[in-house]
């Protein structure tokens, strides 16, 4: 279990793992009474300049957007993604993207969230409920998308490129969207992609870890 634990944190690398140490004592040790967000504040600012900034046609895009990729049609794509892993075999994959997925949301909605409960941005485009700190949806594009292409790329290496391209544009384009529609504040869409980056580093290092031994202990049979 240790040897375990050691090859886990030495595939996930020092850079990541202090990234992701400096994010959960940020975590632990912030006041949650300094989101509060006047309006003056820079956060506050640069979503209102963003939101002037987008023409009307492209505003009406962005909002079917961010509709697109609430948890309901997200899911179905999840689905899709996991019966694609189960219809040829890739269980440990399955397993991978399954946890990190279900991880993200209880990280996520079920711990940051009611921690900091921070409001969310006054004249919000769509009827939302629920605190804004850090963002689920940055957090949870983060992880399965580049998740899903990181697993499936491994078998399909001639779309590593187009898998990358594409989710890394439709990733920006959902955070845009969910400032335009005053959603989230910018930190929250920051801190979001920080979190979904660092569960992503450790969910893809125990992968790492997983395939690594059984490897091994395939070879040792034979």
Request: charged content about 15%; proline content about 5%.
């Amino acid at each position: 279990m240790i040897r375990a634990v050691r090859e886990w944190f030495k595939a996930l690398g020092r850079v990541r793992l202090a990234f992701a140490v400096s994010l959960i004592l940020l975590s632990i040790a912030a006041d949650p009474s300094f989101f509060s967000n006047p309006t003056d504040s820079f956060d506050s600012q640069l979503l209102d300049n963003l939101q002037q900034q987008i023409p009307a046609n492209f505003g009406s895009l962005l909002l079917i957007i961010y509709q697109l990729s609430g948890v309901q049609v997200t899911g179905v794509l999840v689905l899709a993604v996991l019966c694609f892993m189960a219809l040829k075999r890739l269980w440990p994959e399955l397993i991978c993207l399954v946890i990190g997925s279900a991880g993200i949301l209880v990280i996520v909605d079920g711990i940051l969230k009611p921690l900091f409960d921070r409001h969310r941005p006054h004249g919000k485009l769509l009827p939302l409920g629920g605190p804004s700190f850090p963002s689920g949806h940055a957090a949870g594009s983060v992880v399965f998308y580049f998740m899903s292409c990181t697993l499936l790329a491994a078998h399909y290496p001639q779309l590593r490129r187009p898998l990358f391209v594409i989710s890394s544009l439709w990733v920006a384009l959902v955070w845009i969207s969910t400032l335009y529609c005053r959603a989230h504040w910018p930190s929250d869409i920051l801190a979001g992609a920080a979190v979904g980056y660092a569960w992503l580093s450790f969910c893809l290092a125990g992968f790492t870890v997983w395939e690594r031994n059984k490897k091994v202990k395939s070879k040792t049979i034979h």
